[in-house]
T-cell receptor, first 117, second 111 residues
Framework: NAGVTQTPKFRVLKTGQSMTLLCAQD?????MYWYRQDPGMGLRLIHY???????AKGEVPDGYNVSRLKKQNFLLGLESAAPSQTSVYFC????????????????FGQGTRLTVV | QKEVEQDPGPLSVPEGAIVSLNCTYS??????FMWYRQYSRKGPELLMY????GNKEDGRFTAQVDKSSKYISLFIRDSQPSDSATYLC???????????FGEGTQLTVNP
C-alpha cells in the first residue's frame, strides 16, 4: 500500500538547470497538489489538479509548471532553477467527496528536498 | 496578511501535560478544519478534521472550532514523547477545495 510516492527524495541543482519532480498515487484520487514548505512560511500551494488533464495555479506558481496526463501522476517542473526555489516539496492527493460530513483528506508524500546552488 | 495564523513555537512541555495548540483564520468561507502532524523529515499526516463549529474527540486528542471568533484549537491530553512533532492546522472552503495551512507549531514533549 504505497499511497503517495515522490521521486527523487533529494536533489541538488545548479542555478539555471531544469528538473522534474514526479508524484504518483495509487488511491485513485481525483485531486492532486504540489506544495512547498519553507521555514517561517509553512506549506504553500504551488499548483493543483482536480482531475486528469486539468491543472490550476495555487498561491506561489511562478517559476513552476505542472502536468497531469494520467490520473495517478502529477509532475512538477522547474524550467530554470533559482536559489529561491530551495525548499522541501510535498505532493498530496485527496478524494473528491460529496458527503457533507466528510471533508478534504489530503494524503502527503514524504517530500523532496531540493537545493539550488 | 496570512489567511491562517499559527504560533510557530517552539513549545516544550513535560510528559503528561495537557497541550493546547491554536490557530486563527480570517476567511469566513472556511468550513472544514483539519490538524496535521508532521514528524521531522516526514510528510504531514492527517490527525483530525471537523466540519463547522464544535468539538471532536479522538482518544487523547480533541479538536475545537469556534467559527464566531475564527479560532481553531487542538488539545492533547496526557502528552507523550511520541507526540513530539510539528502540528499544522489547515482549512478549506468546501470538501473538495484546496487547503490553506498555518505555519505549524513545533512541539516537544520531554520524558
Amino acid at each position: 500500500n504505497a499511497g503517495v510516492t515522490q521521486t527523487p527524495k533529494f536533489r541538488v541543482l545548479k542555478t539555471g538547470q531544469s528538473m522534474t519532480l514526479l508524484c504518483a498515487q495509487d488511491m485513485n484520487h481525483e485531486y492532486m497538489y504540489w506544495y512547498r514548505q519553507d521555514p517561517g512560511m509553512g506549506l504553500r500551494l504551488i499548483h493543483y489538479s482536480v482531475g486528469e488533464g486539468t491543472t490550476a495555479k495555487g498561491e506561489v506558481p511562478d517559476g513552476y509548471n505542472v502536468s497531469r496526463l494520467k490520473k495517478q501522476n502529477f509532475l512538477l517542473g522547474l524550467e530554470s532553477a533559482a536559489p529561491s526555489q530551495t525548499s522541501v516539496y510535498f505532493c498530496a492527493s485527496s478524494p473528491h467527496t460529496q458527503t457533507l460530513i466528510r471533508t478534504t483528506r489530503a494524503f502527503f508524500g514524504q517530500g523532496t528536498r531540493l537545493t539550488v546552488v | 496578511q496570512k489567511e491562517v495564523e499559527q504560533d510557530p513555537g517552539p513549545l516544550s512541555v513535560p510528559e503528561g501535560a495537557i497541550v493546547s495548540l491554536n490557530c486563527t483564520y480570517s476567511n469566513s468561507a472556511f468550513q472544514y478544519f483539519m490538524w496535521y502532524r508532521q514528524y521531522s523529515r516526514k510528510g504531514p499526516e492527517l490527525l483530525m478534521y471537523t466540519y463547522s463549529s464544535g468539538n471532536k474527540e479522538d482518544g487523547r486528542f480533541t479538536a475545537q472550532v469556534d467559527k464566531s471568533s475564527k479560532y481553531i484549537s487542538l488539545f492533547i491530553r496526557d502528552s507523550q514523547p511520541s507526540d513530539s512533532a510539528t502540528y499544522l492546522c489547515a482549512t478549506s472552503e468546501t470538501s473538495g477545495s484546496r487547503l490553506t495551512f498555518g505555519e505549524g507549531t513545533q512541539l516537544t514533549v520531554n520524558p
